[in-house]
């Protein structure tokens, strides 16, 4: 039996927020790993992840810290530009972006293999993979914060993320 957990970390948590926060967005996101380790989580799946774009490509910002609580990411997608002020000053140097992630236990990485998507990224965020017999889709539906209208300009396209 494998476990998988679904977390919004909404950019570690609230990003807008972080300013106002006793608790840095790394000692969030280790303070989430520690949960998904006591608990032997297997897969992760996030949503609202940063992801930074640089010149070796797209990379989770904090995929270092899941590495050595022993996860490693195997497939990504992003939903849009960051919209975020504070995460805007994460890096200069990078494009910062929000999407989802799929993480696994790094001693199962061997049997996880990203599914290629060519659906738009609108108005849903899917990542997939394939895990050995078993294809995982880590959606997350176009709301919050900056997008609740679209979720409703066009029901069908939600019909047809789902549907995919």
Same mark, same amino acid.
């Given at each position: 039996?494998?476990?998988?957990?679904?977390?919004?970390?909404?950019?570690?948590?609230?990003?807008?927020?972080?300013?106002?926060?006793?608790?840095?967005?790394?000692?969030?996101?280790?303070?989430?790993?520690? %949960?998904?380790?006591?608990?032997?989580?297997?897969?992760?799946?996030?949503?609202?992840? %940063?992801?930074?774009?640089?010149?070796?490509?797209?990379?989770?910002?904090?995929?270092?810290?899941?590495?050595?609580?022993?996860?490693?990411?195997?497939?990504?997608?992003?939903?849009?530009?960051?919209?975020?002020?504070?995460?805007?000053?994460?890096?200069?140097?990078?494009?910062?972006?929000?999407?989802?992630?799929?993480?696994?236990?790094?001693?199962?990485?061997?049997?996880?293999?990203?599914?290629?998507?060519?659906?738009?990224?609108?108005?849903?965020?899917?990542?997939?993979?394939?895990?050995?017999?078993?294809?995982?889709?880590?959606?997350?539906?176009?709301?919050?914060?900056?997008?609740?209208?679209?979720?409703?300009?066009?029901?069908?396209?939600?019909?047809?993320?789902?549907?995919?």
């Amino acid at each position: 039996m494998y476990v998988i957990c679904s977390i919004n970390v909404g950019g570690y948590i609230l990003g807008e927020m972080e300013q106002d926060s006793a608790l840095s967005r790394q000692t969030i996101c280790q303070r989430i790993l520690a %949960i998904c380790k006591t608990y032997d989580i297997d897969i992760i799946c996030t949503q609202e992840d %940063i992801l930074l774009e640089t010149k070796n490509g797209i990379v989770p910002e904090y995929s270092s810290i899941y590495k050595t609580y022993g996860y490693e990411y195997v497939s990504y997608n992003i939903f849009q530009e960051n919209k975020s002020n504070t995460l805007k000053s994460v890096d200069t140097n990078t494009s910062v972006k929000i999407g989802n992630v799929i993480y696994v236990k790094s001693v199962l990485k061997p049997m996880a293999n990203p599914i290629s998507s060519n659906i738009d990224s609108r108005p849903a965020c899917m990542c997939q993979i394939q895990f050995k017999t078993i294809n995982i889709a880590n959606v997350h539906l176009c709301g919050g914060r900056f997008d609740d209208e679209n979720v409703f300009l066009d029901s069908e396209l939600l019909n047809t993320k789902l549907e995919s």
